[in-house]
């Protein structure tokens, strides 16, 4: 596969997976035993992998990722993204309304025989945290 | 071809500028409107990256970056790293831990006329205040 077909098949998971959520999609795009890793969890195969996203985009319903640029090489399609949202939901004594959460993100796709085989995304959770109203917790100290 | 000496001079950024403390590099391999993503918000200048790497290798001793993978096209290049080191002295409001910290990290560079003209780092921040025992609410901007 060529670079450029790496691209197109990342393209189009981004467009219509990520920003459409068409769960179909995954069968066509993903290796069956496609891997997906990001900083809150793991998840395995197709249904794992659905599984995952409907969680995600449950929990963040006006979410939009978007593709900024991407870096590809071999086997490698490197997308720099960003998630976006309004928030409008009220936390603690942060007020509601308005409030802009831009997350820079990056997704490293591996591929193979045409098709998606690992996904590693890579953001920065206290900054997620932050963004939501979220504070941090301390670690537990053993 | 350019993503081989791209690849160089960015493996130059992790050994001798990172690992090595050697602020001298930073002329060469910089330019001098280079932006970083780094504590204080996007900053401007090659004065911000020794000021950074100089306060790196204050509070932390073995410092060190390993580049796990790279992947460039055409004017970038994406390396994945593990950085590692030990807190032996205080860095921002958290006192010395003698903690080792191992920090996978990915750093997005965009280079011009063989130098690096922006780089921009994306790690979970949460994952490096966890590791340090603290709870750091300016760990994010780092």
């Given at each position: 596969?060529?670079?450029?077909?790496?691209k197109?098949?990342?393209?189009?998971?981004?467009?219509?997976?990520?920003?459409?959520?068409?769960m179909?999609?995954?069968?066509?795009?993903?290796?069956s035993?496609?891997?997906?890793?990001?900083p809150v969890?793991?998840?395995?195969g197709?249904?794992g992998?659905?599984?995952?996203?409907?969680?995600?985009f449950?929990a963040?319903?006006?979410?939009r990722?978007?593709?900024?640029f991407?870096?590809a090489?071999?086997?490698?399609?490197?997308?720099?993204?960003t998630?976006?949202?309004?928030?409008?939901?009220a936390?603690?004594?942060?007020?509601?309304?308005?409030?802009?959460?831009?997350?820079?993100?990056?997704?490293?796709?591996?591929?193979?025989?045409?098709?998606?085989a690992?996904?590693?995304?890579?953001?920065?959770?206290?900054?997620?945290?932050?963004?939501?109203?979220?504070?941090p917790?301390?670690?537990?100290?053993? | 071809m350019p993503?081989?000496?791209?690849?160089?001079?960015?493996?130059?950024?992790?050994?001798?500028?990172?690992n090595?403390?050697?602020l001298?590099?930073?002329?060469?391999?910089?330019?001098?409107?280079?932006?970083?993503?780094?504590?204080?918000?996007?900053?401007?200048g090659?004065?911000?990256?020794?000021?950074?790497v100089?306060?790196?290798?204050?509070?932390f001793?073995?410092?060190t970056?390993?580049?796990?993978?790279?992947?460039?096209?055409?004017?970038?290049?994406?390396?994945?790293?593990?950085?590692?080191?030990c807190?032996?002295?205080?860095?921002?409001?958290?006192?010395?831990?003698?903690?080792?910290?191992?920090?996978?990290?990915?750093?997005?560079?965009h280079?011009?006329?063989?130098?690096?003209?922006?780089?921009?780092?994306?790690?979970?921040?949460?994952?490096?205040?966890?590791?340090?025992?603290?709870?750091l609410?300016l760990?994010?901007?780092?």
């Open positions: 596969m060529s670079v450029e077909e790496n197109r098949v990342v393209e189009r998971f981004m467009d219509r997976i990520v920003l459409g959520r068409d179909d999609a995954v069968d066509e795009l993903c290796a035993d496609v891997v997906y890793r990001m969890g793991v998840a395995y197709r249904s992998l659905k599984a995952m996203f409907t969680k995600t449950g963040f319903p006006d979410c990722i978007l593709p900024e991407h870096v090489e071999r086997d490698h399609v490197i997308t720099r993204a998630m976006r949202a309004t928030l409008t939901g936390f603690e004594d942060r007020s509601p309304t308005g409030r802009k959460l831009v997350l820079p993100q990056v997704w490293d796709f591996r591929l193979a025989d045409a098709v998606i690992d996904i590693h995304v890579s953001y920065d959770t206290r900054l997620l945290m932050d963004l939501l109203g979220i504070p917790t301390r670690a537990v100290e053993y | 993503q081989e000496s791209n690849k160089a001079v960015v493996q130059r950024h992790f050994d001798d500028v990172l090595a403390g050697n001298a590099v930073v002329d060469e391999i910089y330019t001098d409107d280079v932006l970083f993503h780094g504590p204080q918000g996007i900053v401007q090659k004065g911000p990256i020794q000021a950074w100089g306060m790196m290798h204050r509070a001793s073995e410092f970056t390993d580049v796990e993978m790279m992947v460039a096209e055409d004017d970038r290049v994406v390396a994945k790293v593990i950085a590692r080191a807190h032996r002295r205080p860095f921002m409001d958290a006192p010395a831990t003698d903690c080792h910290v191992v920090i996978p990290m990915t750093i997005i560079f280079l011009r006329d063989g130098r690096i003209a922006e780089l921009e780092n994306i790690y979970d921040s949460q994952a490096f205040a966890d590791q340090l025992g603290s709870s609410p760990m994010h901007k780092l």
